[in-house]
């Protein structure tokens, strides 16, 4: 587990300066639990974010264990995954585009067209999207979250995300969810911790809150 790239407390602070529905809801919610996971890599983080792309957590972790346990070891690395015969990734349970997602994802990390975890480092955000999104099955949202959950950035908002819609419709007392476009005119003020801001609303969007 790594640190934030970024203050916590810091972060908080100015959300609650910036935005008093937010502070209420921070202060109800408590200290930001935002954790970065950075020891995989990017083709292991990349690998596990396509197994759970659209499914429940729990069908995708079972589907994940399946896959990493065709390996000998429990990371498998590129080379790997392109020497095994890709009906045994559909036989894990892995749809075709998700097979074909991982053998894309595999072979740019081998010549080199996919970034590594440290010159993704050196990158500004919309230029770490655009090489992850290179990769088959990668989209806008999936970068997003290694941004903020790979790489610690500060300032990333996920409009598209659902929960965070949800989050912003609580928090803001909206009757209907906002559009990608609506959330980022809501959240702009919270710049530049939108990231810390984001994690807030998915909290929120699984919270009740008092009318």
């Given at each position: 587990?790594?640190?934030?790239?970024?203050?916590?407390?810091?972060?908080?602070?100015?959300?609650?300066?910036?935005?008093?529905?937010?502070?209420?809801?921070?202060?109800?919610?408590?200290?930001l639990?935002?954790?970065?996971?950075?020891?995989?890599?990017?083709?292991?983080?990349?690998?596990?974010?396509?197994?759970?792309?659209?499914?429940?957590g729990?069908?995708?972790?079972?589907?994940?264990?399946?896959?990493?346990?065709?390996?000998?070891?429990?990371?498998?690395?590129?080379?790997?995954?392109?020497?095994?015969?890709?009906?045994?990734?559909?036989?894990?349970?892995?749809?075709?585009?998700?097979?074909?997602?991982?053998?894309?994802?595999?072979?740019?990390?081998?010549?080199?067209?996919?970034?590594?975890?440290?010159?993704?480092?050196?990158?500004?955000?919309?230029?770490?999207i655009?090489?992850?999104?290179?990769?088959?099955?990668?989209?806008?949202?999936?970068?997003?979250?290694?941004?903020i959950?790979?790489?610690?950035?500060?300032?990333?908002?996920?409009?598209?995300?659902?929960?965070?819609?949800?989050?912003?419709?609580?928090?803001?007392?909206?009757?209907?969810?906002?559009?990608?476009?609506?959330?980022?005119?809501?959240?702009?003020?919270?710049?530049?911790f939108?990231?810390?801001?984001?994690?807030?609303?998915?909290?929120?969007?699984?919270?009740?809150?008092?009318?």
């Amino acid at each position: 587990m790594s640190r934030l790239r970024y203050n916590r407390r810091q972060a908080v602070d100015h959300l609650c300066a910036a935005c008093p529905p937010l502070a209420r809801f921070i202060g109800a919610c408590g200290p930001l639990g935002l954790r970065v996971e950075a020891g995989d890599g990017v083709f292991g983080a990349l690998s596990r974010a396509i197994v759970y792309q659209q499914l429940s957590g729990r069908a995708a972790a079972t589907i994940y264990r399946r896959f990493t346990g065709l390996f000998d070891e429990a990371r498998p690395a590129p080379a790997d995954v392109l020497r095994l015969d890709p009906a045994r990734l559909r036989g894990a349970g892995l749809s075709r585009g998700k097979a074909l997602a991982i053998r894309d994802l595999a072979a740019r990390s081998l010549d080199g067209s996919l970034a590594s975890m440290r010159r993704l480092g050196r990158l500004d955000d919309e230029d770490v999207i655009a090489n992850l999104c290179r990769v088959r099955g990668i989209g806008p949202w999936t970068a997003q979250m290694f941004l903020i959950f790979n790489l610690g950035r500060p300032d990333v908002m996920p409009a598209s995300d659902l929960g965070v819609q949800k989050g912003v419709r609580a928090v803001y007392g909206l009757a209907e969810l906002p559009s990608p476009d609506e959330v980022l005119a809501r959240t702009a003020h919270l710049a530049p911790f939108r990231s810390a801001a984001s994690w807030y609303f998915w909290r929120a969007a699984d919270t009740v809150l008092p009318a």
